[in-house]
């Protein structure tokens, strides 16, 4: 018997005073081995009285293994229980029934929110309006056929500002090979969205009005004559430049003539449709794609002078 800090006699003594107390009693108890190497054995002690003797029954298990493996996994739970919580991944699981089940720590920080409020589907409510019905389809229907899945959306974060992630899932087998659900983890990519925002504002707007420069203009137009082979309407397109525009500039400086530039962009935007665009071609010119009008040329024709004049 290993010395465990009590003489093995005295502690055996102690725990069948135990037994004959209780008439059973349970403990674990290190052997050694011939080798040396230690064995830990789960002990079981019965007092049994039999025709007026008081006899102790006892039964050892060897436990090492059993022991060992759950310590293992006892080690293994903690090593996932430290990577899932302590990384910058917001990680989620979900069952058969594609309800998600588990949240980490820092998902929970995220939102602000505790597990029972986003257990089952409850943390649809913080993905915005305008992203869930394609953020929900993605999700039911990779979840269906089995595969993974990558799209991005926007969360509500615990301060109640949306934030852009990106949520990666993938399905879940168990060691059988049997499908048991989805795993996904989540990155916040708001910093990259407002860069590449940045840049799209740069690479398809005039940086001083903020209107559709030539390259967006060209593309708007060409959708806009798409849609119209599609509905049937007219279309139109108008030019536009101010008078006198080099006078201002020489006489008050450039600033003046960017300020009147930028106020004559809002005047333009106020005087169409969301379904029109108004582009700045270059210097003091603008032009205007009118769409959707009518399906009368006539009529057309008079709608669009109207928003001319």
């Known amino acids: 018997l290993q010395d465990d800090g009590e003489a093995s006699a005295t502690k055996a003594q102690r725990m069948m005073s135990i037994a004959r107390q209780q008439g059973r009693h349970e403990f674990e108890w290190t052997l050694q081995r011939a080798d040396g190497s230690a064995m830990v054995t789960a002990v079981t002690l019965l007092s049994i009285d039999h025709e007026g003797r008081s006899i102790m029954y006892c039964v050892w298990r060897d436990i090492t293994e059993k022991q060992a493996a759950e310590k293992a996994l006892h080690e293994s739970e903690q090593l996932y229980r430290d990577v899932t919580n302590n990384g910058q991944a917001l990680i989620w699981l979900a069952g058969l029934d594609k309800s998600c089940f588990y949240f980490n720590q820092p998902w929970l920080r995220f939102t602000g929110r505790t597990l029972a409020q986003e257990y089952g589907n409850g943390w649809t409510e913080g993905v915005h309006p305008d992203d869930l019905e394609r953020c929900f389809s993605t999700y039911v229907q990779a979840f269906e056929q089995r595969e993974r899945f990558s799209m991005v959306y926007r969360l509500r974060r615990h301060d109640g500002a949306y934030r852009w992630i990106l949520d990666d899932g993938a399905p879940r087998y168990d060691m059988d090979g049997a499908f048991v659900g989805y795993v996904g983890h989540c990155l916040d990519i708001h910093a990259q ?17 903020k209107l559709p420069n030539r390259r967006l203009l060209m593309d708007r137009l060409h959708q806009t004559m798409a849609a119209s082979k599609r509905s049937g309407c007219h279309g139109a397109l108008i030019f536009l430049d101010l ?30 449709r969301e379904v029109d665009t108004v582009a700045r071609f270059g210097g003091d010119e603008f032009v205007i794609v009118l769409g959707e009008l009518h399906e009368s040329k006539v009529e057309s024709v008079s709608q669009a002078a109207i928003i001319a004049e």
Do not use: M, W, Y
Not at 193 to 209: C, S
Not at 250 to 257: L, R, V
């Open 193 to 209: 969205k407002e860069i590449e925002e940045q840049v799209r504002l740069v690479a398809f707007h005039d940086p001083l009005t």
């Open 243 to 272: 008078d006198n525009f080099k006078p201002l500039n020489d006489k008050f400086g450039h600033e003046a003539g960017d300020a009147l530039l930028v106020e004559v962009a809002q005047r333009l935007t106020s005087c169409v």
